[in-house]
């Protein structure tokens, strides 16, 4: 039915009408990161061409020597660059390659230069020969002659004679000395300076450029030797005093990481609560018929649960038909079920059939690390269900909000705690809110709360159980209307074959058979395989890759005929379904055994028959072989759980009588069951150790007498086993009657499947199904998988 105007929420940010579109990319974080990168690389990591040469002062004086560093360029200049408040200093220019040349064969030349003694030309011709000793001869006065034809060069020239390894200290003619007197130097010497030819380079060679450099010296050195080196017209002189350029340069990059973290956070931000200021807003989803599909019409076999929830629609479509004889709906409905027994498929069913606004959030929503915002969210939630007014609100997995106050590992969850409260403030506290209807789902109602659980709050619990046959059949009938069935495949064998199913599992169950019939290449899904599919689903795949030895495979085969041998004889046992040698899941063997109907007792007899059954393989092992394996470690797993409950739980033992020893055996809730404490004594505890082994000794020695009685029958079943590996009920009944199978099985021939094709997950029985677990050959673990 459409909604009416009248009854049609508004549209606004916290009113989306449908489901919420998942959000697209986020072009803007994309872009902000992708820009943070290439700043952050250019700051640190940026070493491109462009960058100038660092030199070394020694470096840079001896290019200076040699008349390299550009000083007469405007556009190029040499600059001394001091820094503000420092003894820093840098030096910035350009310098030219070092010219290629050609090299003749020069003349030698006497030179000469001159120098006053102590004087900063003294200090720096001692640093120029620090590495070339030369002949010093020390007197008051010059001698006569010693110019001769020398050439008197200045200190430029002899720095430049010098860098270019002109001079040759050891000339034969004329050695490099020095003569001293107490108040003037005279060097001596001799250079070659050769005759050098330029060499052009060629047409399509690129004529080398100027390279720009830095040198990092210090304030001392200016006031020294580098002042008296670079004149006022070869190099300008200022000072830097742009600090706030120097200030951004240095906290750039840690304010681009700041601003990245803010945006991240701010996204998560939005994410969490659809804005910075908006933790507290409810993430509650309104759904309308437009958006959901489902109606009763799609939920089957829980036909008591339809009926008390189809009221709730009820009312709501024709208040007056109730208010008429002063009756009111429930505040709160909860449902209580096992996983997959359709919960949530039945709230779904209601918002379908409803004409109201229907309101859908998990109780994990309200739960944030903050505290307090579970609260407001809540509040939220009544708000926007006050505006639309009647309205429904589903609550799914309520548990995970509404736990017991007061419990936990050392103490409560106070973000849970303070959510609870305000919901149970809101169901039912001095503001009510009045025309809003409360739908949960759990399935662990032993762990709410009590006062969410009092009349007044949820004052309806529906139980959501496990399906009958008949519900079973109709659950089978609306999923394969999903699939292609072929004409006359009858769904009530497949529905008596499958107790303790749920919904969930009998969807499974249509869906990995139509998949079998998929790879088998059929045109429609039959009976065949909605068997295997069963098979399939309860005790896992059929796994006939796995290679056993003869020996082993002959004993596995005899302790299976043990167990189908024993099943077959016995009254009060449930009746076989097949038996197979070949591994299944985590069994390497099983016989497999299915009630003729729904039960709902479990009686002494077949209890007592059922542990008969349980010893019967580790019976036939010793029998044969005269010896056991630890194949039965699950069987003794099982009759020892069975005989437990009966002798503890069931009041089955005429030694201990009706007394309950021990809590039932339940789900634990670790904060209240934690210090449990056992309320029997120990003399007790040692009564109820000997009762279980000799109840569990008299099913051994009533197994081993029935299987020496009809050894004969338990041979024929085992060499049946080895040769067609598995054996329905009907083809054991054929050898227990006739001695031979009038239909025998096909030979086994392992299907033709691709090895990556997975398995199904196995989902183990509940209820009155046990499954004959035979465990794991020698060497195996029980339980794991072969």
Known sequence: MPESPQQRPPEGPNNQRGPTEAPGFNWRLAILLGAAFVILGVAFFNNGSSKPKSLSYSEFRTKWDKGLVVVDDSKKPLQVVTAEGTADAKITGWFKPTPSVEEGTGNPELIALSFGRRTPQEQEVNELLKEIIPKRIHSETLPEGVLGDSEIISLKDFRKFMAFGYVKPLDPSQPLTLYTTPYDSLLVGTVVVPQTVSVVPAEDEKAPGLTEFTVDTSMYLLDGELRNLLKTEDASYFRNTDMLGKAIITFLPVLLIVLLLFFLFRQQMKAAGRGAMSFGKSKAKMLTRDHNKVTFKDVAGIQEAKEELWEIVDFLRDPRKFQKLGGSIPKGVLMVG?????????????????????????????????????????????????????????????????????????????????????????????????????????????????????????????????????????????HVKKIKLAPGTDLSVIARGTPGFSGAELANLINEAALLAARKGLKAVTLPELEEARDKVRWGRERRSMALSEKEKTTTAYHEAGHALLLTILEHVDPLHKVTIIPRGPYLGAAFHLPKEDKYHFHKRQGTEQLIVTMGGRVAEEIIFGDVTSGASGDINQATSLARKMVCEWGMSDELGMVEYGDPQGEVFLARDISRQRNYSESTAQKIDAEIKRVIDRAYADAKRLLLEQRDKLELIAQALLEYETLDASHINDLLEHGEMRNPPSSPTPPSLPDDVPAASKQKASGDEQEDDDGPMPGEVVGAPA
């Open 338 to 478: 096992a996983p997959g027994t359709g919960k949530t498929l039945l709230a779904r069913a209601i918002a379908g059939e409803a004409d109201v606004p229907f309101f859908s959030i998990s109780g994990s929503d309200f739960v944030e690390m903050f505290v307090g915002v579970g609260a407001s969210r809540v509040r939220d939630m009544f708000e926007q269900g006050k505006k639309h007014a009647p309205c429904l609100i589903f609550i799914d997995e309520i548990d995970a909000v509404g736990r017991h106050r007061g419990h936990g590992m050392g103490g409560g969850h106070d973000e849970r705690e303070q959510t609870l409260n305000q919901l149970l403030v809101e169901m039912d506290g001095f503001d009510t809110q009045e025309g809003i209807i409360i739908i949960a789902a759990t399935n662990r109602p032993d762990v709410l709360d009590p006062a969410l659980l009092r009349p007044g709050r949820f004052d309806r619990q529906v139980t959501v159980s496990l399906p009958d046959v008949k519900g079973r059949e109709e659950i089978l009938g609306v």
